[in-house]
């Protein structure tokens, strides 16, 4: 049950107007009490807390100082506060978030697109990893001997040598958003001061917010803490912005209570504010999602704090994918987009002297508003809460009903009367564990021919040609659809069929022969004028997880048929759809759909039984992995474990040191996966025969793991310590990017690179939408 809400004082409107006496517009005892016991117990000299939803006030109170010292000055409503660190969201990420909205910043360029001296031009850290302070930079310059100036603020962020690998851990840095602001320097022609102001603050209605304020507002600020004899009062507290002229990325701002309010209403209205859309919706839900990289104790946005130890003032009711920030100051902002309430809360705890940090103080008083807003976990789920959040485990058991199950359900209706050819192989099995084959048989089905794929009907074959052959427990004829050239059903065998039937199950990956059967199929079927039907089988690694990078049309093969990425996270039913609009096939296709199966679940949760889609596709885990070890296996070189008892779970040479490749993959700390060194000797394939060394996968959070950058970890590694001695463009069609196999030959960072493709997956994935079958 919902909690009372606070009782809305006035219109937004109105509000602004009061703001500017000392009035008091209190809805709330227990915010009042909680804030009157820090003035009492000297944690603070005083404080503004305002809390509100787009267009009302819930509650608006000035309390106790603004200042102690020379002499005791009243707190106002309208009292202008140092913001501090609220810089960094208030005025850096809100510029460049108007910048990438308008295409003019993007946020896995390397920062030295944007400022080309950074780091002596050879650094990998991007603009995302600044924003989500994972670029591995110190926490702030060194302010001994004292400096001055903007300029030189800005070549020692320039120069400051990064602590930690990019991407590794989250390090909180203000040299980051120094590096921000000077960003939005460059690309807008003029100081973030001033860009901040004319592109974000008026067109908001923000007046009483920027950088340096004018003597005039002098009376109104609250004065942070004593510096060379005297209380700092309208003069930056923090010393590095101070010494940079009080303009600064990270620190800097001054603002009130209102026009943060406008400001949080801006934001939760989506980028909207009365009529103006100043930002797209699109890109206000990008800066507040999570965006830190997996497996991360941390969860951060662009800029904003969601669940980090430095979220305190989240409280303990507002949902996580609820955002804000603090300041060093005493200040502080939550933004809820489930409630869509606001918690305002400034202080000026550094005033005259340093004291602790008011943490429990802010989670006290966001606790309380969310409360009174009224937080129902139902709301949030319907809002797209959990959509916000990263995959998480779930164990789910489910009983599955495959395409073939649900015919048998149906007891073949659909294909009743009707001469029917089946594409099918071994994993064509019932969830009772009989074959397909049998089934329609035994359900009256006329059965008049049969196809198999690569590997033929057993599954067995593991050669370039498979013959045609005849069933043995049926006799029915068997057309191979893997010899030489021929890999569609013939044109005459078509005539003596009414309809097609494809049973196959696959594994999730672009380059897996059995869709490019599916699809010549669905071809063969168009132009022979019968119908195709697509008995459905799970994505065995889940239809959620979508990797690149896409596969480029020059690329095209029989390996990989389509311009699908690494990893499509589709089912044989959904990509059959998206194959005949998207590729002009235009086959009268139907899919019968599986019962029981979420886009979620992996294999497991099914309690399908596990058949080796082909001989070397062993289990689950190596589904899993062989979508980031199978891009570089055309290597003649190089094995990816094929003629061992682990395909894919283990790769070797014999001029890869094991030790050596798998301490340095553990060191980049791989989302999901660890290694060890192994050695082996291949029975097949490629090195038959040779003992070679290599690494061994541990996958320790598939929920975490990214396939896609396993593989660039594992390329980068060999291309960084055996420079050569695989060549990438062998693997061109495996690959399947240009852009990729060049990244790879140059090592680049696959922190940097993997957002990059996942970035430019988008239209991809808005185009796969219309195709998908199942939630």
């Given amino acids: 049950m919902k909690t009372q809400m606070l009782m809305p004082l006035m219109a937004l409107t109105a509000a602004v107007a009061l703001a500017q006496t000392p009035a008091m517009y209190s809805a709330s005892p227990d915010i009042d009490r909680a804030i009157e016991d820090a003035i009492k117990e000297e944690r603070i000299p005083g ?112 120069a400051d040598k990064p602590v930690a690998e990019p991407g590794e851990r989250m390090i909180y840095s203000d040299i980051n958003y120094e590096l921000l602001g000077e960003i939005v320097h460059k690309v807008s022609g003029v100081p973030l001061d001033e860009y901040a102001r004319n592109e974000i603050f008026l067109p908001l209605g923000m007046k009483e917010s920027m950088f340096n ?35 600064a990325g990270h620190a800097g701002l001054f603002t009130t209570a209102m026009d943060l309010a406008r400001f949080a209403t ?8 009365e009529g103006a859309q100043v930002v797209s919706p699109l890109t206000v839900r990008k800066f507040t999602e999570p965006q830190t990289p997996p497996l991360q104790t941390t969860m951060r946005g662009l800029g904003w704090d969601i669940d980090s130890p430095f979220s305190g003032n989240r409280g303990e009711l507002f949902p996580i994918g609820s955002y804000g920030h603090t300041g060093f100051t005493g200040t502080s902002l939550w933004i809820d987009p489930y409630t869509k309430t606001y918690v305002i809360l400034l202080a000026n705890s550094v005033h005259p002297n340093l004291r602790p940090a008011i943490t429990s103080l802010r989670g006290r008083v966001a606790t309380i508003a969310a409360a009174a807003a009224g937080i129902d976990v139902q709301d949030v789920t319907l809002t797209g809460f959990n959509e916000l959040l990263p995959a998480r485990a779930v164990g789910r058991t489910a009983e599955t009903l495959t395409g073939i199950d649900v015919l048998v359900q149906e007891k073949f209706a659909r294909l009743a009367g009707k001469r029917v050819g089946l594409i099918t192989n071994h994993t064509g099995l019932t969830r009772a564990g009989g074959r397909n084959i049998d089934a329609m048989l035994s359900g009256g089905v006329k059965l008049t ?8 009907i057993s599954g067995k074959e593991d050669q370039e040609n498979v013959a045609n052959a005849r069933d043995e427990k049926t006799g029915l004829p068997v057309y191979s659809l893997y010899k030489g050239e021929d890999r569609t059903p013939g044109k005459s065998v078509l005539k003596g069929i009414d309809v097609l039937v494809f049973d196959i199950q696959d594994i999730g990956t672009r380059f897996y022969t059995y869709p490019s059967t599916m699809r010549n199929a669905m071809q063969a079927a168009a132009a022979a004028k019968i119908p195709i039907l697509v008995l459905d089988r799970p994505d065995p690694i889940t239809g959620l997880h979508v990797e690149g990078p896409l596969l480029e049309k020059d690329k095209l093969s029989f390996v990989g048929c389509s311009t699908l990425p690494l990893r499509h996270g589709m089912t044989m039913g959904e990509l059959a759809r998206f194959l005949n609009e998207e590729d002009g096939i235009h086959a009268q296709l139907e899919v019968v759909k599986l019962k029981n199966w979420r886009r979620a679940d992996w294999f497991d949760a099914t309690t399908l039984e596990w058949v080796d889609p082909s001989p070397n596709m062993r289990s689950l885990n190596a589904a899993l992995l062989y979508p980031g070890i199978g891009m570089l296996e055309y290597s003649k070189n190089y094995s990816v474990g094929r003629g061992t008892d682990a395909p894919f779970e283990q790769v070797g040479a014999d001029w890869i040191n ?118």
Wanted: hydrophobic share 40%.
């Fill in 47 to 158: 404080a503004v807390c305002l809390v509100g939803q787009p267009g009302k006030i819930l509650h608006f109170k000035a309390y106790g100082n603004r200042a102690l010292v020379p002499s005791k000055e009243a707190m106002t409503l309208d009292t202008i506060f140092d913001a501090a660190s609220l810089t960094k969201v208030v005025a850096t990420t809100s510029s460049i978030m108007k910048l990438f909205d308008e295409g003019r910043i993007r946020l896995n360029d390397k920062v030295t697109v944007y400022l080309p001296e950074f780091q002596g031009g050879k650094s990998d850290i991007t603009v995302r990893q600044l924003m989500t302070h994972f670029s591995g930079l110190r926490p702030d310059l060194t302010l001994t001997p004292e400096w001055s100036g903007y300029d030189t603020g800005i070549q020692k962020a320039l």
């Fill in 266 to 273: 801006f934001m939760l209205n989506l980028g909207r504010i």
């Fill in 449 to 456: 021919a049969l196809f198999s794929p690569e590997h033929g």
């Fill in 658 to 775: 094991g030790p050596a490749l798998a301490a340095y993959l553990n060191h980049r700390q791989v989302p999901g996966v660890r290694f060890y060194a192994t050695r082996f000797t291949p029975t097949a394939s490629n090195l038959k025969g040779k003992v070679v060394q290599g690494v061994r996968f541990v996958i320790l959070d598939r929920e975490g793991f990214s396939s896609l950058r396993l593989g660039l970890e594992v390329a980068v590694a060999l291309q960084k310590l055996y420079p050569g001695k695989i060549d990438l463009p062998l693997n061109r069609n495996l690959i399947g990017s240009t852009e990729v196999i060049e990244a790879i030959g140059r090592a680049e960072d696959p922190r940097n690179l993997e957002p990059r493709l996942q970035e430019e997956l988008q239209p991809f994935l808005e185009k796969r939408a219309k195709y998908l079958l199942y939630r």
């Fill in 213 to 247: 304020p004018p003597a005039e507002w002098r009376p109104r600020i609250a004065p942070t803490e004593m510096w060379k004899g005297a209380v700092l009062r309208g003069v930056v507290h923090d010393p590095t912005a101070r010494f940079m002229g009080g303009v």
